[in-house]
């Protein structure tokens, strides 16, 4: 693992943070996400309620963010993941979330 000044750019510039929830929605939100979220509850509404009862998170706020976050899978980033979060807790301004 090694320090990457990425991750901590990446972490601080999200746009969700950077920008009022309803100008986030706005620009994120369309009619083919939508579908796609509805696809993803009906091929995987099983699996998605388990989920939700374990965490109690309603299965449509993980479908949210499984869509937004990862295109449902199809985007899972390029960097390994132990790098990220010791960055993160090296760097400090999340260490406690990110050391856990």
């Not at 388990?50 to 109690?56: E, F, G, H, K, S």
């Amino acid at each position: 693992m090694t320090f990457k000044q990425q991750i901590v750019n990446s972490d601080r510039n999200q746009s969700e943070f950077k920008q009022t929830i309803m100008d986030y929605v706005e620009r994120r939100v369309c009619d083919t996400r939508v579908n796609l979220d509805k696809n993803a509850l009906s091929n995987y509404g099983t699996t998605l309620r388990q989920i939700a009862t374990a965490y109690n998170v309603d299965e449509s706020v993980l479908v949210g963010i499984w869509g937004m976050e990862t295109n449902f899978g199809s985007f899972m980033g390029c960097i390994n993941v132990f790098t990220a979060m010791s960055t993160l807790a090296y760097e400090g301004r999340r260490h406690d979330w990110a050391e856990k």
